[in-house]
Protein backbone atom coordinates (compact mmCIF):
# COMPACT_ATOMS: atom_id res chain seq x y z
CA UNK A 1 0.00 0.00 0.00
CA UNK A 2 2.82 2.82 1.17
CA UNK A 3 4.58 1.53 -2.04
CA UNK A 4 1.44 2.66 -3.92
CA UNK A 5 0.97 5.63 -2.47
CA UNK A 6 4.07 6.48 -2.95
CA UNK A 7 4.54 6.39 -6.66
CA UNK A 8 1.16 8.34 -6.56
CA UNK A 9 2.68 11.17 -4.62
CA UNK A 10 5.17 11.44 -6.79
CA UNK A 11 3.53 11.43 -9.61
CA UNK A 12 1.51 15.02 -8.89
CA UNK A 13 2.89 17.24 -6.61
CA UNK A 14 4.99 19.61 -9.08
CA UNK A 15 3.02 22.07 -11.09
CA UNK A 16 4.46 24.16 -13.70
CA UNK A 17 3.29 27.92 -13.84
CA UNK A 18 4.15 29.69 -17.31
CA UNK A 19 4.66 33.23 -18.18
CA UNK A 20 5.01 33.96 -22.23
CA UNK A 21 6.06 37.78 -21.87
CA UNK A 22 6.58 40.16 -25.19
CA UNK A 23 10.52 40.03 -24.10
CA UNK A 24 10.88 36.71 -22.15
CA UNK A 25 9.58 33.31 -21.21
CA UNK A 26 9.17 32.84 -17.07
CA UNK A 27 8.29 29.50 -15.92
CA UNK A 28 8.33 28.63 -12.02
CA UNK A 29 7.98 25.33 -10.83
CA UNK A 30 6.56 24.61 -7.20
CA UNK A 31 6.15 21.20 -5.28
CA UNK A 32 3.56 20.64 -2.39
CA UNK A 33 4.73 19.54 0.57
CA UNK A 34 1.69 19.30 3.42
CA UNK A 35 -0.09 23.31 2.80
CA UNK A 36 3.24 24.67 1.79
CA UNK A 37 4.36 25.74 -2.01
CA UNK A 38 8.38 25.13 -1.88
CA UNK A 39 10.18 26.57 -5.28
CA UNK A 40 11.61 23.78 -6.93
CA UNK A 41 13.29 25.82 -9.96
CA UNK A 42 12.64 28.40 -12.13
CA UNK A 43 13.99 30.22 -15.35
CA UNK A 44 13.65 32.90 -17.56
CA UNK A 45 14.29 32.81 -21.38
CA UNK A 46 14.83 35.83 -23.14
CA UNK A 47 12.75 35.62 -26.45
CA UNK A 48 15.00 39.19 -28.25
CA UNK A 49 17.19 36.55 -29.87
CA UNK A 50 14.76 34.64 -31.39
CA UNK A 51 13.47 37.63 -32.84
CA UNK A 52 16.88 39.06 -34.44
CA UNK A 53 16.87 41.96 -31.38
CA UNK A 54 18.51 41.92 -27.93
CA UNK A 55 18.13 40.67 -24.85
CA UNK A 56 15.23 42.71 -22.73
CA UNK A 57 13.61 44.09 -26.11
CA UNK A 58 10.11 43.20 -27.04
CA UNK A 59 9.46 40.75 -30.03
CA UNK A 60 6.38 39.70 -31.70
CA UNK A 61 7.45 36.13 -32.63
CA UNK A 62 5.17 33.65 -35.11
CA UNK A 63 4.20 30.83 -32.84
CA UNK A 64 6.73 28.67 -34.65
CA UNK A 65 9.57 30.68 -32.73
CA UNK A 66 7.73 30.31 -29.56
CA UNK A 67 7.09 27.03 -29.05
CA UNK A 68 10.99 26.32 -30.51
CA UNK A 69 11.71 29.06 -27.24
CA UNK A 70 9.39 27.27 -25.19
CA UNK A 71 10.93 23.53 -26.17
CA UNK A 72 14.38 25.28 -25.50
CA UNK A 73 13.73 26.56 -22.05
CA UNK A 74 11.79 22.90 -20.85
CA UNK A 75 15.30 21.35 -22.12
CA UNK A 76 17.38 23.50 -20.58
CA UNK A 77 19.29 21.44 -18.04
CA UNK A 78 20.09 23.93 -15.79
CA UNK A 79 16.79 25.08 -15.25
CA UNK A 80 15.95 21.37 -14.93
CA UNK A 81 12.35 21.53 -15.11
CA UNK A 82 10.65 18.08 -14.10
CA UNK A 83 7.21 18.51 -14.96
CA UNK A 84 5.08 18.84 -18.02
CA UNK A 85 1.70 19.63 -15.53
CA UNK A 86 1.25 23.45 -16.49
CA UNK A 87 -1.11 26.50 -16.15
CA UNK A 88 -0.36 29.61 -18.60
CA UNK A 89 -1.12 33.32 -18.28
CA UNK A 90 -2.82 34.91 -21.23
CA UNK A 91 -1.67 38.54 -21.98
CA UNK A 92 -3.66 41.18 -20.88
CA UNK A 93 -3.48 42.98 -24.46
CA UNK A 94 -5.55 39.25 -25.74
CA UNK A 95 -8.00 40.72 -23.24
CA UNK A 96 -11.17 42.55 -22.62
CA UNK A 97 -12.54 43.07 -19.00
CA UNK A 98 -15.69 44.48 -18.28
CA UNK A 99 -17.93 44.94 -15.49
CA UNK A 100 -21.63 44.29 -16.49
CA UNK A 101 -24.97 44.64 -14.53
CA UNK A 102 -27.61 41.75 -14.48
CA UNK A 103 -30.49 40.84 -12.73
CA UNK A 104 -30.47 38.54 -9.89
CA UNK A 105 -31.96 35.25 -11.99
CA UNK A 106 -29.63 32.49 -10.81
CA UNK A 107 -26.84 31.11 -12.42
CA UNK A 108 -28.63 29.34 -15.37
CA UNK A 109 -30.45 31.87 -16.63
CA UNK A 110 -27.44 33.74 -16.60
CA UNK A 111 -25.26 31.17 -18.63
CA UNK A 112 -27.79 31.63 -21.59
CA UNK A 113 -28.31 35.90 -20.87
CA UNK A 114 -24.50 37.01 -21.09
CA UNK A 115 -23.61 35.65 -23.97
CA UNK A 116 -26.45 37.94 -25.47
CA UNK A 117 -25.78 40.74 -22.94
CA UNK A 118 -21.98 40.84 -23.98
CA UNK A 119 -22.37 41.67 -27.63
CA UNK A 120 -22.46 45.35 -26.19
CA UNK A 121 -19.47 45.44 -24.56
CA UNK A 122 -16.98 43.66 -26.72
CA UNK A 123 -16.29 45.07 -29.84
CA UNK A 124 -15.67 42.69 -31.98
CA UNK A 125 -17.31 39.78 -33.34
CA UNK A 126 -19.14 37.44 -30.50
CA UNK A 127 -17.67 34.30 -32.48
CA UNK A 128 -14.18 35.60 -32.40
CA UNK A 129 -14.10 35.68 -28.63
CA UNK A 130 -14.39 33.11 -26.14
CA UNK A 131 -16.31 34.29 -23.14
CA UNK A 132 -15.99 33.22 -19.05
CA UNK A 133 -17.54 35.66 -16.84
CA UNK A 134 -18.27 35.42 -12.80
CA UNK A 135 -20.69 37.15 -10.48
CA UNK A 136 -18.99 39.87 -8.23
CA UNK A 137 -19.80 39.03 -4.68
CA UNK A 138 -21.29 41.91 -2.95
CA UNK A 139 -19.77 41.30 0.24
CA UNK A 140 -19.94 44.72 1.01
CA UNK A 141 -23.10 45.43 0.59
CA UNK A 142 -24.34 42.89 2.72
CA UNK A 143 -22.20 44.17 5.27
CA UNK A 144 -23.40 46.99 5.20
CA UNK A 145 -26.88 46.19 5.68
CA UNK A 146 -28.93 47.87 8.90
CA UNK A 147 -32.32 46.68 10.42
CA UNK A 148 -33.85 50.19 8.69
CA UNK A 149 -32.32 49.57 5.61
CA UNK A 150 -32.97 45.60 4.46
CA UNK A 151 -35.99 46.68 2.33
CA UNK A 152 -33.62 49.04 0.57
CA UNK A 153 -31.41 46.71 0.38
CA UNK A 154 -33.06 44.12 -1.26
CA UNK A 155 -33.64 46.51 -4.63
CA UNK A 156 -29.90 46.59 -4.75
CA UNK A 157 -29.49 42.99 -4.53
CA UNK A 158 -31.67 42.64 -7.66
CA UNK A 159 -29.12 43.36 -9.87
CA UNK A 160 -26.22 41.78 -9.68
CA UNK A 161 -22.52 42.82 -10.84
CA UNK A 162 -20.67 40.39 -13.66
CA UNK A 163 -17.22 40.55 -14.46
CA UNK A 164 -16.98 39.62 -17.94
CA UNK A 165 -13.86 38.08 -19.60
CA UNK A 166 -13.30 37.86 -23.49
CA UNK A 167 -10.35 36.49 -24.99
CA UNK A 168 -9.64 36.56 -28.85
CA UNK A 169 -10.28 32.96 -30.39
CA UNK A 170 -7.10 33.16 -32.05
CA UNK A 171 -4.99 33.69 -29.07
CA UNK A 172 -6.68 30.38 -27.55
CA UNK A 173 -5.77 28.44 -30.46
CA UNK A 174 -1.84 29.92 -30.58
CA UNK A 175 -1.86 28.67 -27.09
CA UNK A 176 -3.16 25.40 -27.86
CA UNK A 177 -0.78 24.78 -30.97
CA UNK A 178 2.23 25.98 -28.19
CA UNK A 179 0.66 23.41 -25.57
CA UNK A 180 0.68 20.33 -28.25
CA UNK A 181 3.62 21.18 -29.97
CA UNK A 182 5.58 20.95 -26.80
CA UNK A 183 4.39 17.84 -25.43
CA UNK A 184 2.61 20.21 -21.98
CA UNK A 185 0.17 18.89 -19.66
CA UNK A 186 -1.77 22.50 -19.51
CA UNK A 187 -4.42 22.38 -16.81
CA UNK A 188 -5.88 26.04 -17.54
CA UNK A 189 -5.59 29.08 -19.59
CA UNK A 190 -5.87 32.40 -17.58
CA UNK A 191 -5.48 36.17 -17.78
CA UNK A 192 -1.86 37.83 -16.09
CA UNK A 193 -3.71 40.11 -14.42
CA UNK A 194 -6.08 37.05 -12.31
CA UNK A 195 -2.26 35.58 -11.75
CA UNK A 196 -0.40 38.47 -10.03
CA UNK A 197 -3.19 39.01 -8.06
CA UNK A 198 -3.10 35.70 -6.85
CA UNK A 199 0.56 35.93 -6.22
CA UNK A 200 1.17 39.46 -4.63
CA UNK A 201 -2.38 40.39 -3.15
CA UNK A 202 -3.53 37.41 -1.11
CA UNK A 203 -5.03 38.91 1.89
CA UNK A 204 -4.39 42.48 0.91
CA UNK A 205 -7.82 44.31 1.46
CA UNK A 206 -8.74 47.70 0.49
CA UNK A 207 -8.28 49.29 -3.23
CA UNK A 208 -4.87 48.80 -4.23
CA UNK A 209 -3.05 49.11 -7.65
CA UNK A 210 -0.68 47.11 -9.46
CA UNK A 211 1.98 48.61 -11.83
CA UNK A 212 3.38 46.11 -13.91
CA UNK A 213 6.53 47.09 -16.19
CA UNK A 214 7.22 45.27 -18.93
CA UNK A 215 9.09 45.75 -21.89
CA UNK A 216 7.85 47.71 -24.19
CA UNK A 217 4.23 48.33 -22.05
CA UNK A 218 3.50 49.43 -18.46
CA UNK A 219 -0.12 47.74 -17.29
CA UNK A 220 -2.04 49.01 -14.37
CA UNK A 221 -4.39 47.38 -12.75
CA UNK A 222 -6.69 48.71 -9.47
CA UNK A 223 -8.15 45.65 -7.42
CA UNK A 224 -10.14 45.60 -4.84
CA UNK A 225 -11.22 42.76 -2.27
CA UNK A 226 -9.00 40.99 -4.74
CA UNK A 227 -11.19 41.82 -8.27
CA UNK A 228 -9.87 44.11 -10.89
CA UNK A 229 -12.13 46.89 -11.08
CA UNK A 230 -10.09 49.01 -13.88
CA UNK A 231 -7.06 48.69 -16.81
CA UNK A 232 -5.19 50.53 -18.59
CA UNK A 233 -2.23 50.01 -21.27
CA UNK A 234 0.74 52.49 -21.45
CA UNK A 235 3.09 52.50 -24.42
CA UNK A 236 6.01 52.74 -22.43
CA UNK A 237 8.37 49.82 -20.52
CA UNK A 238 11.87 49.55 -19.39
CA UNK A 239 13.02 49.05 -22.85
CA UNK A 240 12.64 53.08 -23.91
CA UNK A 241 15.45 53.34 -21.24
CA UNK A 242 17.86 50.61 -22.36
CA UNK A 243 17.59 52.63 -25.80
CA UNK A 244 18.03 56.13 -24.01
CA UNK A 245 21.35 54.82 -22.20
CA UNK A 246 22.56 53.71 -26.05
CA UNK A 247 21.72 56.64 -27.29
CA UNK A 248 23.66 58.64 -24.73
CA UNK A 249 26.64 56.45 -24.34
CA UNK A 250 26.37 55.95 -28.04
CA UNK A 251 26.26 52.20 -27.21
CA UNK A 252 24.98 49.14 -28.77
CA UNK A 253 21.53 48.29 -27.21
CA UNK A 254 23.17 44.88 -25.64
CA UNK A 255 25.55 47.23 -24.03
CA UNK A 256 23.18 49.42 -22.52
CA UNK A 257 20.32 46.78 -21.22
CA UNK A 258 23.60 45.15 -19.03
CA UNK A 259 24.53 48.86 -17.60
CA UNK A 260 20.91 49.09 -17.20
CA UNK A 261 20.41 45.97 -14.84
CA UNK A 262 23.94 46.80 -13.22
CA UNK A 263 23.95 50.57 -12.39
CA UNK A 264 20.17 51.82 -12.23
CA UNK A 265 19.06 55.66 -11.18
CA UNK A 266 21.16 57.50 -9.89
CA UNK A 267 24.84 56.18 -10.76
CA UNK A 268 27.04 58.14 -13.67
CA UNK A 269 28.91 55.69 -16.44
CA UNK A 270 31.55 57.55 -17.57
CA UNK A 271 30.92 60.59 -16.10
CA UNK A 272 27.24 60.73 -17.96
CA UNK A 273 24.34 60.93 -15.35
CA UNK A 274 21.89 58.24 -16.47
CA UNK A 275 19.60 59.20 -14.06
CA UNK A 276 18.23 61.54 -16.90
CA UNK A 277 17.59 58.06 -19.17
CA UNK A 278 15.40 56.94 -16.70
CA UNK A 279 13.35 59.69 -15.43
CA UNK A 280 11.73 60.56 -19.04
CA UNK A 281 10.54 57.20 -19.22
CA UNK A 282 9.54 56.83 -15.68
CA UNK A 283 8.13 60.61 -15.33
CA UNK A 284 5.35 60.01 -18.29
CA UNK A 285 4.80 56.97 -17.37
CA UNK A 286 4.07 57.95 -13.34
CA UNK A 287 2.39 60.85 -14.98
CA UNK A 288 -0.33 58.36 -17.19
CA UNK A 289 -0.74 56.14 -13.74
CA UNK A 290 -1.52 59.01 -11.47
CA UNK A 291 -4.31 60.30 -13.91
CA UNK A 292 -5.82 56.81 -14.12
CA UNK A 293 -5.84 56.63 -10.47
CA UNK A 294 -7.06 60.01 -10.01
CA UNK A 295 -9.98 58.73 -12.25
CA UNK A 296 -10.80 55.56 -10.86
CA UNK A 297 -10.57 57.17 -6.77
CA UNK A 298 -13.39 60.12 -8.57
CA UNK A 299 -15.27 57.20 -9.93
CA UNK A 300 -15.50 55.24 -6.90
CA UNK A 301 -14.97 57.68 -4.44
CA UNK A 302 -12.59 55.61 -2.70
CA UNK A 303 -8.88 56.02 -2.29
CA UNK A 304 -6.31 53.51 -3.36
CA UNK A 305 -4.12 52.78 -0.56
CA UNK A 306 -0.87 51.20 -1.65
CA UNK A 307 0.42 50.07 -4.83
CA UNK A 308 2.53 47.13 -5.82
CA UNK A 309 5.13 47.19 -8.42
CA UNK A 310 5.99 44.24 -10.06
CA UNK A 311 7.29 43.25 -13.81
CA UNK A 312 11.16 43.35 -14.97
CA UNK A 313 10.99 46.93 -15.31
CA UNK A 314 10.75 47.57 -11.78
CA UNK A 315 13.61 45.17 -10.66
CA UNK A 316 15.49 48.74 -11.83
CA UNK A 317 17.82 49.87 -8.62
CA UNK A 318 16.01 52.93 -7.31
CA UNK A 319 12.67 52.43 -8.84
CA UNK A 320 10.80 51.98 -5.63
CA UNK A 321 11.70 55.35 -4.27
CA UNK A 322 11.41 57.00 -7.85
CA UNK A 323 7.78 55.44 -7.89
CA UNK A 324 7.54 56.77 -4.06
CA UNK A 325 8.55 59.90 -4.72
CA UNK A 326 5.34 60.48 -7.59
CA UNK A 327 2.98 58.55 -5.84
CA UNK A 328 1.11 59.99 -2.89
CA UNK A 329 0.45 56.61 -1.50
CA UNK A 330 2.28 54.05 -0.27
CA UNK A 331 4.74 52.01 -3.14
CA UNK A 332 5.77 48.40 -2.19
CA UNK A 333 7.88 46.40 -4.39
CA UNK A 334 6.22 42.62 -4.90
CA UNK A 335 7.47 39.61 -3.63
CA UNK A 336 5.76 36.86 -4.97
CA UNK A 337 7.85 34.06 -3.59
CA UNK A 338 6.95 35.72 -0.20
CA UNK A 339 4.12 32.88 0.63
CA UNK A 340 6.88 30.18 -1.57
CA UNK A 341 9.31 28.52 0.82
CA UNK A 342 12.90 28.95 -1.00
CA UNK A 343 16.55 27.66 -0.30
CA UNK A 344 18.30 30.46 1.86
CA UNK A 345 21.00 30.51 -0.57
CA UNK A 346 18.35 32.09 -2.85
CA UNK A 347 16.33 34.54 -0.90
CA UNK A 348 18.73 38.27 -1.71
CA UNK A 349 18.35 36.73 -5.79
CA UNK A 350 14.50 36.32 -5.52
CA UNK A 351 14.02 40.19 -3.89
CA UNK A 352 15.76 41.54 -6.55
CA UNK A 353 14.66 39.42 -9.54
CA UNK A 354 11.03 38.53 -8.11
CA UNK A 355 8.80 40.73 -9.58
CA UNK A 356 9.49 39.26 -13.34
CA UNK A 357 7.95 36.25 -11.95
CA UNK A 358 4.99 37.56 -10.43
CA UNK A 359 2.61 36.12 -13.10
CA UNK A 360 4.38 32.82 -13.40
CA UNK A 361 4.77 32.22 -9.53
CA UNK A 362 0.86 32.89 -9.84
CA UNK A 363 0.31 30.46 -12.46
CA UNK A 364 1.96 27.81 -10.25
CA UNK A 365 -0.15 28.08 -7.59
CA UNK A 366 -3.15 27.90 -8.82
CA UNK A 367 -1.78 24.87 -10.63
CA UNK A 368 -0.54 23.26 -7.59
CA UNK A 369 -3.69 24.21 -6.00
CA UNK A 370 -5.74 22.09 -8.92
CA UNK A 371 -3.60 19.13 -8.77
N1 LIG B 1 17.37 44.12 -12.78
C1 LIG B 1 16.78 44.84 -13.72
N2 LIG B 1 16.97 46.17 -13.78
C2 LIG B 1 16.38 46.91 -14.74
N3 LIG B 1 15.58 46.41 -15.70
C3 LIG B 1 15.35 45.10 -15.70
C4 LIG B 1 15.95 44.23 -14.72
N4 LIG B 1 15.53 42.96 -14.98
C5 LIG B 1 14.75 43.04 -16.06
N5 LIG B 1 14.63 44.30 -16.52
C6 LIG B 1 13.87 44.80 -17.66
O1 LIG B 1 12.54 44.36 -17.57
C7 LIG B 1 11.98 44.19 -18.87
C8 LIG B 1 11.28 42.87 -18.93
O2 LIG B 1 10.27 42.79 -17.96
P1 LIG B 1 9.21 41.62 -17.98
O3 LIG B 1 9.93 40.32 -18.04
O4 LIG B 1 8.26 41.84 -16.87
O5 LIG B 1 8.51 41.92 -19.39
P2 LIG B 1 7.58 40.98 -20.26
O6 LIG B 1 6.76 40.14 -19.33
O7 LIG B 1 8.42 40.27 -21.26
O8 LIG B 1 6.74 42.05 -21.00
P3 LIG B 1 5.16 42.19 -21.14
O9 LIG B 1 4.54 41.75 -19.83
O10 LIG B 1 4.96 43.65 -21.41
O11 LIG B 1 4.79 41.32 -22.27
C9 LIG B 1 13.13 44.25 -19.85
O12 LIG B 1 13.06 45.45 -20.60
C10 LIG B 1 14.36 44.22 -18.96
O13 LIG B 1 15.40 45.00 -19.49
MG1 LIG C 1 4.93 40.35 -18.40
Known amino acids: MSFISDILKKKNTSALGIDIGSSSIKVVQLKKKGNKAILETYGELSLGPYGGVSVGQSTNLNVEKIIQAVNDLLNEKEVAITTRTCGLA ?63 DKDKVKNIDILLVAIHNNIINQYKEVVSKTELDAKFFEIEVFSSIRAILEGVQGP ?33 ITLNIARVLNISVEEAEVIKRSVGMGKTVDGIDLSETVLVVSDSIFAEANSFLFDFQKKRNKNVKSIFLTGGGSALKGFRDLAAQNFKVEVISADPFEKVETPAFLEEILKVTGPEFTVSVGVALRCLSEL
Open 90 to 152: IPFRASLLSVIQMPNVGQKELASMIPIEARKYIPVPISDVTIDWSVIPRSEVVEEVSEENKDK
Open 208 to 240: IMILDMGASTTKLYTVDRGLVQNSHIINKGSQD
